[in-house]
């Protein structure tokens, strides 16, 4: 078991340049998170979907799409990016139906993005 | 936003002695969750406490929730140079499925 994966694992982009962050799970979990790691302000949640076919707006949604391509893959775009988006992403999944260890969430290992 | 925030920022021990961190938050919850993260490297989920609990114990770890208060404490006995990283708490509101993190606390173990 993989658990959690990401891909890149480091990126640099200029300003207005576009690209998806990619993330897949192998733990059948129907959650799926994505969240950005600022210093000094802990984790943020950009964007989750809670099963596959649905997503919804978390904390800090402007400027990103996701995509839950199948039960696997949750992907995060970034239309025109902006400096203010470098920061360290993070992906999560859950599984609801995990009875006591349902609200947990478990963690890929991060892409670091820069925007010039 | 209900994020919480751990008290003290930045942490330093020596091996051997006990850490204790503190988190508060601002609303009612349904439970609350410790991660720690190494640096560099992605969450790892520690403990979770329930609403209606008071004290919960696993291996070195003990957590304490005061709904009155609103605030939890991570106890970490005996620490060792390993366990240096940075510990977050994060909260599930009531009714609600998703996890507010707080800004964590910075421990560093000395040898």
């Known amino acids: 078991n993989a658990g959690v994966t990401q891909t890149p694992k480091f990126q640099v982009l200029k300003t207005g340049q576009s690209m998806t962050l990619q993330c897949a799970q192998d733990?059948?979990?129907?959650?799926m998170y994505w969240y950005r790691q600022d210093p000094g302000m802990g984790l943020r949640l950009i964007y989750y979907?809670?099963?596959?076919?649905?997503?919804d707006k978390g904390e800090v949604p402007n400027g990103y799409n996701v995509s839950r391509l199948n039960k696997r893959e949750f992907s995060l775009r970034l239309e025109s990016a902006a400096p203010s988006q470098t920061s360290v992403y993070f992906c999560?999944?859950?599984?609801?139906?995990?009875?006591?260890?349902?609200?947990?969430?478990?963690f890929g290992p991060g892409t670091r993005l820069l925007v010039l | 936003s209900q994020q919480g925030e751990e008290d003290p920022q930045a942490l330093s021990i020596q091996e051997g002695e006990n850490a204790t961190m503190n988190c508060s938050y601002k609303?009612?919850?349904?439970?609350l969750q410790w991660y720690r993260q190494n640096s560099g490297r992605g969450l790892v989920h520690l403990i979770l406490?329930?609403?209606?609990?008071r004290e919960k114990h696993s291996g070195r770890l003990r957590v304490t929730l005061d709904t009155s208060k609103k605030s939890s404490s991570l106890l970490i006995t005996a620490s060792r140079a390993a366990d240096t990283a940075s510990y977050f708490c994060?909260?599930?509101?009531?009714?609600?499925?998703?996890?507010?993190f707080g800004t964590g606390t910075r421990l560093t173990v000395i040898p």
């Open positions: 979907s809670a099963s596959e076919g649905t997503t």
């Open positions: 994060a909260t599930v509101e009531t009714g609600a499925n998703n996890l507010f």
């Open positions: 609303t009612s919850i349904n439970n």
């Open positions: 406490i329930r609403s209606n609990e």
């Open positions: 999560a999944s859950s599984d609801p139906r995990g009875g006591n260890l349902k609200e947990t969430q478990y």
């Open positions: 733990m059948n979990h129907n959650s």
